[in-house]
């Protein structure tokens, strides 16, 4: 026999979702323009002369890049007190994003700074830029081009793994949805109603950010 749905109880828990859906907005936000930022000055250096720091910075990329991000999460909350590192847990879960978007971005964009012609960086000295106004000036943009929309997808699959940060007791989506569920039992109507707002974030922030890039870049490749 088939179970009622009650969707109707669930709406004196609306400020719960809105709250959480709030949180994730804001993690979101900030670890995208902190991630991509860093992946930027990652690329930069994995992309120039071999030093001690595009090594280290190399390491840092493969270690992120090969293990699951609620490992690097758990390290960062429950590990870094061992060194006198104490952390809230919005600080925890907007670090483990960030590092863990840096880490992804480093390599796409440096995968779109590696096709870049080399007459571009010889056309940049030939003007009398530096090779950093060079990289910023006439390298970055058209790199940055190639590479949107797969920056853009990972920026999406970053804002979805946001929802592990409620194993660590912050308040986003997937905490309040786990709170709700535990207090009604309504688990199907919870988690279908969580799914689709997730949905709805990922298509919004998907064609807010395409349109960002037709903005800056012009027709997308």
């Given at each position: ?18 709250s ?17 930022g ?16 595009s ?48 880490a992804?971005?480093?390599e ?11 007459g ?42 946001s ?15 786990n ?43």
């Amino acid at each position: 026999m088939m179970a009622q749905l009650n969707f109707s109880a669930l709406w004196p828990y609306w400020p719960e979702l809105l709250s959480g859906l709030w949180v994730t907005i804001q993690l979101t936000v900030m670890a995208t323009v902190g991630g991509v930022g860093l992946g930027i000055l990652g690329a930069a250096l994995r992309s120039s002369r071999p030093s001690v720091l595009s090594r280290l910075w190399g390491v840092y990329v493969e270690l992120i890049r090969n293990t699951p991000f609620v490992v690097q999460l758990f390290f960062i909350v429950f590990g870094l007190p061992n060194l006198g590192v104490k952390l809230t847990a919005g600080e925890a879960a907007l670090l483990a994003m960030l590092i863990n978007l840096g880490a992804y971005s480093t390599e796409i964009i440096r995968a779109g700074i590696q096709v870049t012609p080399r007459g571009q960086w010889e056309a940049g000295r030939v003007l009398g830029l530096s090779r950093t106004q060079t990289f910023v000036r006439v390298v970055l943009p058209p790199s940055l081009k190639r590479i949107y929309p797969a920056l853009v997808s990972q920026c999406i699959i970053v804002m979805l793994g946001s929802s592990v940060v409620s194993q660590v007791s912050h308040e986003e989506l997937t905490f309040a949805a786990n709170l709700i569920q535990s207090r009604t039992f309504l688990s199907f109507e919870v988690y279908l109603v969580t799914t689709l707002m997730y949905l709805a974030l990922s298509i919004a922030m998907r064609q807010l950010l395409l349109a960002a890039g037709r903005k800056w870049f012009g027709e997308q490749p």
